[in-house]
C-alpha cells in the first residue's frame, strides 16, 4: 500500500530564512514518482516537480530544491532565502507502478506561512 | 494556454439538496480526475476517466454520487442528495496520456468549495 506523511503539520518562518519541509513515503514497488505541489491560497494546486525512483539526483531549481534519498523513504524540499509570497500549502504525492502511475496519494499538507 | 476550469468556484446548499460541479480541462488532455479534499487534508481521488471511460471509480460513493464524461471532454460530478460530511473542495485535474510507465503530472483546477448546511 502506497503512503505518503508529512509530519509538519505548519512552519513559520521570517523572511530571507531557509527552510525544508519534509516528505516520508512508504511503498511496495521499485518503480515510482514523487511529486510536489504547491497550493497558495487561491485554491489551486500547482505542480513544482516529478521525481522518479532511479533518479535519486538531487535538483535544484532557482530558490528550491529537493533532496530524493531512497534508504531513508524520504523527498524534502527546501526553499532558500523564502519569500512571502511561498506562503502556501505544499502536498507531497506518491504515484506506483502498481496504479499506472495514475493515482496520485498525497500527503496531508505543510502549511508554510513566510512573514515580512 | 488555458488551464483546467471548474464551476462553480463556491457553493452552499442545504442537506439533501442535489449539487453539481463541472469541469474543463486542458484541451487534448484525454485523462480527467475529480478528487475530495477535506479540510487540513491532501486531496483523494474520486473518480478517473480516460476519454469517456472511467477507469477507477473505487473510491466514489456510488449511493449518492455521480459522475459523466459524455465526449470524452467536460465532465460534471454530482451529488444527491448532499449531507454534513460532503463539505469539502473538489477538485478536477487533467493529464495527457503519457507514453506508458511515466509518471505524467496532473494539472490542477481551482476547486469548487461545496458548503453544505
Known amino acids: 500500500a502506497q503512503k505518503v506523511t508529512q509530519a509538519q503539520t505548519e512552519i513559520s518562518v521570517v523572511e530571507k530564512e531557509d527552510v525544508t519541509l519534509d516528505c516520508v513515503y512508504e511503498?511496495?514497488?521499485?518503480?515510482?514518482?514523487l511529486f510536489w505541489y504547491k497550493q497558495p491560497p487561491s485554491g489551486e494546486l500547482v505542480f513544482l516537480i516529478r521525481?522518479?525512483?532511479?533518479?535519486?539526483q538531487n535538483e535544484i531549481s532557482g530558490r528550491y530544491s529537493w533532496n530524493f534519498q531512497k534508504s531513508t523513504s524520504s523527498f524534502n524540499f527546501t526553499i532558500t532565502a523564502s519569500q512571502v509570497v511561498d506562503s502556501a500549502v505544499y502536498f507531497c504525492?506518491?504515484?506506483?507502478?502498481?496504479?499506472?502511475?495514475?493515482?496520485?496519494?498525497f500527503g496531508t499538507g505543510t502549511r508554510l506561512l513566510v512573514s515580512p | 494556454e488555458a488551464g483546467v476550469v471548474q464551476s462553480p468556484r463556491y457553493k452552499i446548499i442545504e442537506k439533501k439538496q442535489p449539487v453539481a460541479f463541472w469541469c474543463n480541462p486542458i484541451?487534448?488532455?484525454?485523462?480527467l480526475y475529480w478528487y475530495r479534499q477535506n479540510l487540513g487534508q491532501g486531496p483523494e481521488l474520486l473518480i478517473r476517466?480516460?476519454?469517456?471511460?472511467?477507469?477507477?471509480d473505487s473510491q466514489l460513493p456510488k449511493d449518492r454520487f455521480s459522475a459523466e464524461r459524455l465526449k470524452g471532454v467536460d465532465s460534471t460530478l454530482k451529488i444527491q442528495p448532499a449531507e454534513l460530511g460532503d463539505s469539502a473542495v473538489y477538485l478536477c485535474?487533467?493529464?495527457?496520456?503519457?507514453?506508458?510507465?511515466?509518471?505524467?503530472?496532473?494539472?490542477f483546477g481551482p476547486g469548487t468549495r461545496l458548503t453544505v448546511l
Open positions: 476517466y480516460e476519454n469517456e471511460e472511467a477507469v477507477d
Open positions: 484541451s487534448g488532455h484525454n485523462t
Open positions: 521525481r522518479n525512483s532511479f533518479d535519486e
Open positions: 511503498t511496495r514497488d521499485t518503480t515510482y514518482y
Open positions: 504525492a506518491l504515484s506506483e507502478a502498481g496504479t499506472g502511475f495514475q493515482k496520485l496519494v
Open positions: 485535474a487533467s493529464s495527457p496520456l503519457g507514453r506508458a510507465g511515466s509518471g505524467n503530472e496532473q494539472f
